[in-house]
């Protein structure tokens, strides 16, 4: 079992920025990947971000040169640094952690943008 406890979401205007977190229970370095992913009302949950020590990072394409992902493994911790957010961003952001075959959850933490 793996613990995650997001943090950072919040309401922003367009063109702001927000720093979400993800705690692990465990040393982030021994899970096959630290992701984030989205869900907005009406669509599918998506990936956002995520980490891995085999693949490094990787971003959806909407958040590309808008954010940036960093770890910090003396708390066991990824942060997503979500800069120009839009309106469009808004949805609950959710860490999830992979390891083996089993993917863990966080409870997820909103974001909204308003225009």
């Known amino acids: 079992q793996v613990q995650l406890v997001e943090s950072g979401g919040g309401l922003v205007q367009t063109g702001g920025s927000l720093r979400l977190s993800c705690t692990a229970s465990?040393?982030?370095?021994?899970?096959?990947?630290l992701d984030w992913y989205r869900q907005a009302p009406g669509n599918e949950r998506e990936l956002v971000a995520g980490?891995?020590?085999?693949?490094?990072?990787n971003y959806a394409d909407s958040m590309k040169g808008r954010s940036i992902l960093s770890t910090d493994n003396t708390k066991n911790t990824i942060h997503l640094q979500m800069n120009s957010l839009k309106p469009e961003d808004t949805a609950v952001y959710y860490c999830?952690?992979?390891?083996?075959?089993?993917?863990?959850w966080g409870r997820g933490t909103q974001v909204t943008v308003s225009s």
């Open positions: 999830s952690a992979l390891v083996g075959q089993f993917r863990y």
């Open positions: 465990t040393d982030i370095f021994r899970l096959n990947s």
């Open positions: 980490f891995s020590l085999s693949g490094g990072t």
